[in-house]
Nanobody, 123 residues
Framework: VQLQAFGGGLVQAGGSLRLSCLTS????????VGWYRQVLGKERELVAE???????SYVDSVKGRFTISRDNAKNTVYLQMNSLKPEDTAVYYC??????????????????WGQGTQVTVSS
């Protein structure tokens, strides 16, 4: 199982970006998926999460500005970020839990992280 996070970049304050988290491999299911962010020297922070049923939750600082969604057919979770602020600058990571088929055709639970994508918001 491999997670790829992409879509980051440099944007001015007030702008928008959409991050994507693609899960690849012999996937049976993708359950909870979360987007996290980390600033150098600080702890990684959970920004948004989406469950299998589509229920979502957000950290207070992004409520009303960020939207997490999923496309199960594409094994992809998105984070739409609007009205970006300089304090949103961080490396953003996605983390997924689910199950996949291993080489012995057994169903195995996984929990994996993507590689991170840099988001920089200029003032």
């Amino acid at each position: 199982v491999q997670l790829q996070a992409f879509g980051g970049g440099l944007v001015q304050a007030g702008g928008s970006l959409r991050l994507s988290c693609l899960t690849s491999g012999r996937i049976f299911s993708i359950d909870d998926v979360g987007w996290y962010r980390q600033v150098l020297g600080k702890e990684r922070e959970l920004v948004a999460e989406i469950t299998t049923s589509g229920a979502t939750s957000y950290v207070d600082s992004v409520k009303g500005r960020f939207t997490i969604s999923r496309d199960n057919a594409k094994n992809t979770v998105y984070l739409q970020m609007n009205s970006l602020k300089p304090e949103d600058t961080a490396v953003y990571y996605c983390r997924a839990r689910g199950s996949y088929e291993n080489a012995n055709s057994e169903r195995v639970v996984f929990g994996s992280w993507g590689q991170g994508t840099q988001v920089t918001v200029s003032s």
